[in-house]
């Protein structure tokens, strides 16, 4: 069974430009989730999609938005971009059973610099 | 808001011996569950343990164990012989429980990096 593809896996933009990083989830997973990991803050949670709605949003600037398409698939959007947006943004996938939590399965993510 | 501290930056061990990385939280709520991931160098995130607050016996698995204080709010990770595959990443989590509408939002320690020396 394939993991949870991410791509592009590395860009470079400038100031001011947008950006949008695409997931791919494990077959059969609804949830998908976005973390921010940069050196100073750590993990942070971006929002969660589940059945192509906005189950949980993190503290992040509207600049920051994300969708979740039909086939589970989702998309995160990040405009105006500034130079503290330089990190590494991880995609997670799980299937969540019965109200249980599910194993959260990450992608390999997508390194962004802003420059 | 719940939050996780990881206090060691950086712990190292030496290979077939025994390390403990720690992990403390805060949280007003009964339920929930804990996690252990392991980030390797420019590899992705997998999952080592996980626990549930329910549950007084701490999680297993292979060499990996947890202790689990939930009066204190603790759940430390020891790794048992460790292997140089063992080198990366280590960060505690913290999740709710699903609730209606709920989510599977983790809110991650800042990391602790494991170096094993051979």
């Known amino acids: 069974k394939a993991g949870v593809t991410q791509t592009p896996r590395y860009l470079i933009k400038t100031r001011g430009q947008q950006v949008t990083l695409s997931c791919s989830p494990i077959s059969g997973h609804r949830s998908v989730s976005w973390y921010q990991q940069t050196p100073g803050q750590g993990l942070q949670f971006l929002f969660e999609?589940?059945?192509?709605?906005?189950?949980n949003k993190g503290n992040f600037p509207g600049r920051f938005s994300g969708r979740q398409f039909s086939n589970s698939r989702s998309e995160m959007n990040v405009s105006t971009l500034e130079l503290g947006d330089s990190a590494l943004y991880l995609c997670?996938?799980?299937?969540?059973?019965?109200?249980?939590?599910?194993?959260?399965?990450f992608g390999e993510g997508s390194r962004l610099t802003v420059l | 808001a719940q939050t996780v501290t990881q206090s060691q930056p950086e712990m190292s061990v030496q290979e077939a011996e025994t390390v403990t990385l720690s992990c403390t939280y805060d949280t007003s709520e009964s339920d929930y569950y804990l996690f252990w991931y392991k980030q390797p160098p420019s590899r992705q995130m997998i999952l080592v343990i996980r626990?549930?607050?329910?549950?007084?016996q701490n999680a297993t698995e292979n060499r990996f164990s947890v202790n689990f204080q939930k009066a204190a709010k603790s759940f430390s990770l020891k790794i048992s012989d460790s292997q140089l595959g063992d080198a990366a990443m280590y960060f505690c989590?913290?999740?709710?429980?699903?609730?209606?509408?709920?989510?599977?939002?983790?809110?991650f320690g800042k990391g602790t990096k494991l170096t094993v020396n051979p």
């Open positions: 997670a996938s799980s299937f969540t059973t019965g109200g249980r939590t599910g194993e959260l399965f």
């Open positions: 626990q549930e607050a329910y549950k007084q």
């Open positions: 999609y589940f059945s192509e709605t906005q189950r």
């Open positions: 989590a913290y999740r709710s429980p699903i609730t209606q509408g709920g989510s599977e939002k983790l809110v």
